[in-house]
């Protein structure tokens, strides 16, 4: 089955930029979705198709995706960013399987 | 605009089945796949399964075994069946849309664009 990897946490100060990665095998033939998760609500999609933003969502979120890797920043962090943020592609190798990354715990400092 | 929101049990015993629905309002449940998603207490989100209009499923190898998604299109829900559930089903359980695209007469699958507010199941006796 297909891994997404994304390191457990993240530690930005306001104003800076936040980057968090998210690697598989070859994971730039794919389409990477990203969603943020502030305590005891559901996801939020912030990005879909590697850097497409939905409605909604500030200019500051953007994404992208090469190689074995699939990056998505933050810039000009608010305090109102910090949340846990996962990584989600389908695998066609496995009938079309949802496989999310582990999370990234996003902190401000 | 479309919502989601999860219905069912909070507690279920332990070998017994867990029984979910997700009701769709503000749009139709017809032409879109469906998802069930759930998140155990401080860790991560896991795919259960998805179901789309017509019927046809696909599972998580994972849980193939003990899951049945199905589908009600007269009442705008969708449900999950998880059978001999044991603590380690405790879960937030999420329901959600799956956008899709065709690239002729294959399903490309994009992401969960819409989510229910998710409910708290525990497998306790």
């Known amino acids: 089955s297909y891994v997404l990897t994304q390191p457990p946490s993240v530690s930005v100060a306001p104003g800076q930029t936040a980057r968090i990665t998210c690697g598989g095998n070859?994971?730039?033939?794919?389409?990477v979705h990203w969603y943020q998760q502030k305590p005891g609500q559901a996801p939020v999609l912030v990005v879909y198709?590697?850097?497409d933003r939905p409605s909604g969502i500030p200019e500051r979120f953007s994404g992208s995706n090469s190689g074995n890797t699939a990056t998505l920043t933050i810039s000009r962090v608010e305090a109102g960013d910090e949340a846990d943020y996962y990584c989600?592609?389908?695998?066609?190798?496995?009938?079309?399987?949802?496989?999310f990354g582990g999370g990234t715990k996003l902190t401000v400092l | 605009q479309v919502q989601l929101q999860e219905s069912g049990p909070g507690l279920v015993k332990p070998s017994e089945t867990l029984s979910l629905t997700c009701t769709v309002s503000?749009?139709?449940?017809?032409?879109?796949?469906w998802s069930w998603i759930r998140q155990p207490p401080g860790k991560g989100l896991e795919w259960i399964g998805y179901?789309?209009?017509?019927?046809?499923?696909n599972y998580n190898p994972s849980l193939k075994s003990r899951v049945t998604i199905s589908v009600d299109t007269s009442k705008n829900q969708f449900s999950l069946k998880l059978s001999s559930v044991t603590a380690a089903d405790t879960a937030v359980y999420y329901c959600?849309?799956?956008?899709?695209?065709?690239?002729?007469?294959?399903?490309?699958?994009?992401?969960?664009?819409?989510w229910g507010q998710g409910t708290m199941v525990t497998v306790s006796s």
């Open positions: 503000g749009g139709s449940i017809s032409s879109y796949y």
């Open positions: 959600a849309r799956v956008l899709i695209t065709f690239g002729g007469v294959i399903v490309i699958f994009g992401a969960f664009d819409i």
């Open positions: 989600q592609v389908w695998d066609s190798s496995s009938d079309h399987g949802g496989v």
């Open positions: 198709d590697d850097s």
């Open positions: 070859n994971i730039g033939s794919k389409s």
């Open positions: 179901i789309y209009y017509s019927g046809s499923t």
